[in-house]
């Protein structure tokens, strides 16, 4: 291979100037016959690392993947700018089956696409033992790790890999691994020496911010009127809270789409579809919706409900602006998440020591999001990133807007004993009404009104309680004991600071964070608002892209990204030398879609009579 050649390919068939990060390394690194692991977030590019090996490798490259509803778009795109490739999953029918495998025999593919459990199945191992396979893709490779957030049976049988395929090169990617998850990886799979490629994990686009929850709908409203015509995945927990939501912001006039595991197959297939091919779709979904998601041009993704831990919220969140434009990660959390979710810890079935793994990711989530440091500093700091900035982003709500701390010393001591004294059985809903003399019918029928700590806590709003319950909670010096109803639990930490020996500063919750968020988020957009007769372009161009792309019944991205026609926009190419100056214009492309585009450009750069006379 000469070494300019992944370069070529790149400029030719994708239609991009340059190489980003490591890209080029881990191209050379496989063709070289090397195992290799890649940590790359989620928009960074990890697809041509396997890709462009393909094309210039002799022989027929196997992609794994978990992601069926990925592999059919993910297989269109690779169409589109002209490369052979296929997918071998439980959606084929028999004879579209029959078709790849011979395609694949005849050696006219370069890619394969194939679910893991179909992999090593005894059909699939013959046809490889005839076919020349030059490369082994392992995407999503996390999915072998039970460390990791995501789990996979099927996954595990991947590490007779190597035993197949004794010679060819292995590549393992995902976008979320820390340590732990990477050791395991390499063991799983058995990659052999294997050259690592870690990338950090940052998002710099994303901005990411979180509040308190006091009124969900009314703040995601405030929020969504950021993202108007956008389209954004909203998460909850549960289905009621899916359907209530979804039809709610219908009403408010928004396009909502509910997704969860309870609705029709037909149904949820219909509203992941509307979601890739029509602009400003809102789904709401529990987190059922979103693996295989591969949509450039989410502006948005809002949790109204605590994520399990962090590997999932930054995947989740990782869902946004793949194609590198601004985009929110906007959070609610509130004390009843966090009861909630520790209460699906305790109950769920799984071991013990992997409750406790998943107690401890809970408590690591719940003090990321009370934060008083930069937002995104705190993140890359969980994934152990090595390439972390050591200064504040400036591009989060942390930075944007410090919270003003106050030292909550006293009434956490407050807080504590009050916990102590009611028995260490109640709720937070209980133990405030203690502090704040409430004499009510169950404070009378515990004779709670007893207590020294009785009316302790009058100086403070119910509200302001809650915050300082909801921090105590999230930095484990308040424990929910779900042996015991959900009662709140002294924990050792409690111990320093009933003995005033830690200072406690806490984040006030602000009453006024809704419009303070809406501004915020509007200058991290500033750069995205085009001028009018850019805008009127764009509409065009956009227009023409929609039919375009259901001519070919594919995701308008599929024929050219937003971030494609911004550049379009901006520099306006008169011609076909000067179109394929822009990024995502590749050979193919050019052929199919340049003439159009070019005439919805020119009727834009007409001169105007008044230039003429
Ligand atoms: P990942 O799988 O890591 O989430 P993708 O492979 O889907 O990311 O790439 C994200 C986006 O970046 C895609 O639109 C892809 O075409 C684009 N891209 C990848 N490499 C480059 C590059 N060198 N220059 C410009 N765009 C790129
Ligand atoms: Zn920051």
Redesign the pocket.
Known sequence: MRKDEPLRV?QQV?G?????GQ?AAIINAVCAGQDTLVI?????????CYQIPALLLEGLAIVVSPLIALMRDQVEALNQVGVSAAYLNSTLTRAAQQDVEDRARRGELDLLYIAPERLLQSDTLALFSRVRVCLVAIDEAHCVSAWGHDFRQDYLALNQLRSVFPDTPRLA?T?TADQRTQADIVDKLDLNAPQRFTHGFDRPNIYYSVQAKSNAKKQLLSFLRTHNGDSGIVYCLSRRSVESIASWLCQQGYVALPYHAGLDTAVRQDHQDRFLREDGVIVVATIAFGMGI?K?DVRFVAHLDLPKNMEAYYQETGRAG???LPADAWMLYGLQDVVRLSRMVDESSAAMAQKQIERSKLTRLLAWCEVTTCRRQALLAYFDDPTAAQTPCGHCDVCVHPPATWDATEPAQKALSCVYRTGQRFGAGHVIDVLRGQLNDKVEKFAHQALSTFGIGRDLSERQWRSVFRQLLARGFLQADHQRFGGLVLTPESKAILRGETKLMLRPDADKVDAEQVKATRTTRSDYVLPLEDEDLMQDLKALRGQLASAANVPPYVVF?D?TLLGIVEHRPRNADELLEI??VGQAKLKKYGEDFLAVVRTHTMTTPAEQS
Request: hydrophobic share 25%.
């Open positions: 790149l994708y991009y100037k340059e190489f980003r890209q790359m977030p989620t928009g960074g590019g990890k697809s041509v990617l976008a591969d450039p793949r194609d590198g990204h971030a990024s995502g």
